[in-house]
């Protein structure tokens, strides 16, 4: 999977929509790589970082041949045939690739679903781009944090109903607040980085606990309850996985200091959306801002639609228009990795899919 390999004999497929400034870029970056990239066979993109493409978009058959003759020829694809768990097994069946970069932050979940051998697994090395969404997200997360502590909910619904209330209600500092960050990889540690510029004081969750600096107290998934007795903000960017399942659940809302503002921003399961509702109800939760669910999208009958202090996101929170460019340098840092036969970034977990 990782053999030393000459640049004259690597072969590197664009399998989804990619404009063509950053085909270039990866072009003109390994000049003695072939990069097969033929855009009448991929869906146009919708919008900026659009990585399925559109809907409507249909090949011919001698089109659709040509698709998975270029990428059944290729070493490196650049994202998941038709970008889904099918397209993946069904290269990892019959193609020779040994590596592809996902274009999704949460790609493992696409590896599971696609439910290779194990064989497979072992022999192609599937990269996300993980860390590339890290700024989006962390700024997503402040807005909810500061939706919550500023009150705009509730301001909307005065604006909606152009009511006045006759007492002004005050709102919360963010500085001197605490926030607990379940998860503090790259996501975590760069929302950790924006909250402390707001005077924010930060503690998170961690699987191997160690010190970091600028973090208040670290503790592993068991000390979650201790950390959020004081928080006024609790923050998820943890994948969705086994072990995260419903990680924040009844327990966890009931040991909250009451009042707290729930933000979610990693994956829809680690939070317990029964439970929620219940806490959101009874006052544990103030506020929660959801960029991402448990079913995707968000069933019309979910309570969480109408709820007066829920932010419903359509999973969009990652999105910026500089992902393309960003996901692209990610690539070219790790083409050259792969190329010397070194370890790559951020591969997803064969086992833990994350």
């Known amino acids: 999977m990782m053999n030393?390999?000459?640049?004259?004999?690597?072969?590197?497929?664009?399998?989804?929509?990619?404009?063509a400034e950053h085909v270039q870029a990866i072009r003109s970056a390994n000049p003695n790589i072939t990069v097969q990239y033929e855009p009448e066979l991929l869906p146009p993109e919708r919008f900026p970082a659009d990585h399925a493409g559109d809907p409507a978009f249909t090949r011919t058959p001698e089109q659709e041949a040509r698709y998975w003759d270029m990428l059944?020829?290729?070493?490196?694809l650049y994202g998941f045939p038709n970008e889904?768990?099918?397209g993946l097994a069904e290269i990892a069946a019959t193609g020779k690739v040994q590596w592809i970069q996902a274009m999704a932050a949460g790609g493992g979940g696409a590896v599971k679903a696609a439910n290779l051998p194990p064989e497979d697994l072992a022999r192609?090395?599937?990269t996300s781009s993980a860390g590339v969404h890290s700024l989006p997200l962390a700024e997503f997360a402040m807005m909810g944090a500061l939706n919550g502590l500023k009150r705009t909910a509730e301001m909307a619904a005065d604006q909606a109903a152009k009511h006045w209330p006759g007492l002004r209600t005050p709102t919360r500092l963010a500085s001197g607040s605490n926030v607990v960050i379940t998860g503090l990889g790259e996501i975590g540690l760069e929302t950790a980085r924006l909250a402390r510029a707001l005077g924010m004081?930060?503690?998170?969750?961690?699987?191997?606990?160690?010190?970091?600096?600028?973090?208040?107290?670290?503790t592993d998934t068991a000390g979650l309850p201790g950390l959020v007795a004081t928080a006024d903000i609790l923050i998820n960017t943890l994948p969705g996985t086994p072990f995260t399942e419903k990680m924040i659940n009844a327990d966890i809302f009931n040991a909250m200091k009451p009042g707290a503002i729930l933000v979610n921003v990693g994956r829809g399961t680690v939070v317990d959306e029964d439970a929620l509702l219940e806490a959101l109800d009874n006052g544990q939760v103030s506020y929660a801002c959801l960029d991402v669910f448990a079913v995707e999208p968000l069933p019309e009958a979910s309570p969480l639609w109408d709820h007066p202090r829920v932010m419903v996101s359509p999973h969009t929170s990652a999105l910026s228009t500089a992902e393309n460019r960003l996901i692209a340098e990610r690539f070219m840092e790790n083409l050259t990795r792969f190329q010397a036969g070194g370890q790559l970034l951020h591969v997803v977990d064969p086992v833990h899919f994350y």
């Open 4 to 19: 030393i390999m000459t640049v004259n004999n690597l072969t590197v497929a664009i399998a989804v929509p990619l404009e």
């Open 124 to 126: 192609i090395a599937v």
């Open 201 to 218: 004081n930060v503690s998170g969750t961690k699987r191997t606990v160690e010190a970091i600096e600028g973090i208040d107290k670290v």
């Open 72 to 76: 059944r020829g290729a070493d490196v």
């Open 84 to 86: 889904s768990p099918s």
